[in-house]
């Protein structure tokens, strides 16, 4: 079994004012926190962006999927990862989860079975989908759901088999989409 992590990075920061992946988080930027996450499983790392931001990452290991269209969802970067790179499942993360962790990572892939086509974590019934597991056999129903111009991850979900497992910690998700949105940081870090 083939697992690639996918690091989503291509969003506009609308609600940020500018890109929020690259604000420091902890002396690095922040996109920084999902990549350490999937280097410690020794996964292969795929960074979907747009042709405007991809020169500001520094990650030489990194594939790096320039979307043809920029700006238009998750789910489009997903299938656009999945068109060209080959793996039986891809770990799907957003770029502004400042708690994510290797450990969250390794504990999600644990469910993996044969019978499932998406894992995805809930916090108190919310569903996470940017915080989970996709089978490259979702990539016919992303498709059809794009064609029919239904854009959201639930679009996918709704058509696949998932198994959500309950996560306790909410911090885990936690995401910035405004600067009130930032924990605490360490000095030297930038808003």
């Known amino acids: 079994m083939t697992l690639t992590g996918v690091l989503l990075a291509g969003g506009k920061s609308s609600r940020y004012g500018k890109p929020k992946m690259f604000e420091r988080w902890r002396h690095e930027p922040l996109y920084m926190v999902a990549v350490h996450a999937f280097d410690a499983q020794n996964w292969p790392l795929v960074i979907a962006t747009n042709a405007a931001l991809r020169p500001h990452f520094d990650v030489p290991h990194a594939t790096f999927i320039v979307e043809q269209q920029p700006h238009e969802g998750p789910l489009y970067a997903l299938a656009q990862v999945m068109t060209q790179v080959d793996a039986a499942w891809y770990f799907v993360v957003a770029a502004d989860m400042p708690y994510l962790n290797a450990a969250f990572m390794q ?30 056999r979702t990539l016919q129903q992303a498709t059809q759901a794009l064609a029919h111009n239904r854009r959201s991850m639930r679009a996918l979900l709704d058509e696949v088999r998932v198994q959500f497992v309950a996560i306790d910690d909410a911090k885990l998700f936690l995401n910035i989409n405004a600067a009130a949105d930032w924990p605490q940081r360490d000095k030297g870090d930038t808003v």
Request: glycine letters at 6%; zero cysteines.
């Open 107 to 136: 504990m999600l892939a644990a469910h993996i079975t044969a019978d499932i086509d998406a894992i995805i974590p809930t916090v108190n019934g919310k569903w996470q989908p940017l915080a989970g597991l996709y089978h490259r």
